[in-house]
């Protein structure tokens, strides 16, 4: 599976971003499929996921009810919706992909997933 991931950008505080992350390879309908995003200086984090075993879509608590993880299995596309974005949600986001087989591992775990995009850098400006 390969994953590319675009729609960042630069934004003021209080604005809106739409991530897509497209894949290809192969249809990624079983999968279970992340956001994480990596500020400089931190280490990679986990934002959102969609877990398709058990039909539910997780988020960070820095995040919930500001950003909003969807899937279009017919498009083999994810996408992420973020709103009242803030300066300290600037980072490079990751979309990612793992085996419906690691559905045991929660979700927020990085090292569970097989597949990840390149990455598309997210600026929020006060």
């Known amino acids: 599976v390969q994953l590319q991931a675009s729609g960042g950008g630069l934004v003021q505080a209080g604005g809106s971003l739409r991530l897509s992350c497209a894949a290809s390879g192969r249809a990624i309908s079983s999968y279970d499929m992340g956001w994480f995003r990596q500020a400089p200086g931190k280490e990679r984090e986990f934002v959102a996921a969609h877990s398709w075993s058990a039909g539910s879509t997780y988020y960070a608590d820095s995040v919930k009810g500001r950003f909003t993880a969807s899937r279009d299995n017919a498009k083999n596309t994810v996408y992420l919706q973020m709103n009242s974005l803030k300066p300290e949600d600037t980072a490079v986001y990751h979309c990612?992909?793992?085996?419906?087989?690691?559905?045991?591992?929660?979700?927020?775990?990085?090292?569970?997933?097989?597949?990840w995009g390149q990455g598309t850098q997210v600026t929020v400006s006060s």
């Open positions: 990612a992909a793992r085996s419906p087989l690691k559905s045991n591992v929660v979700v927020t775990t990085t090292g569970s997933y097989d597949y």
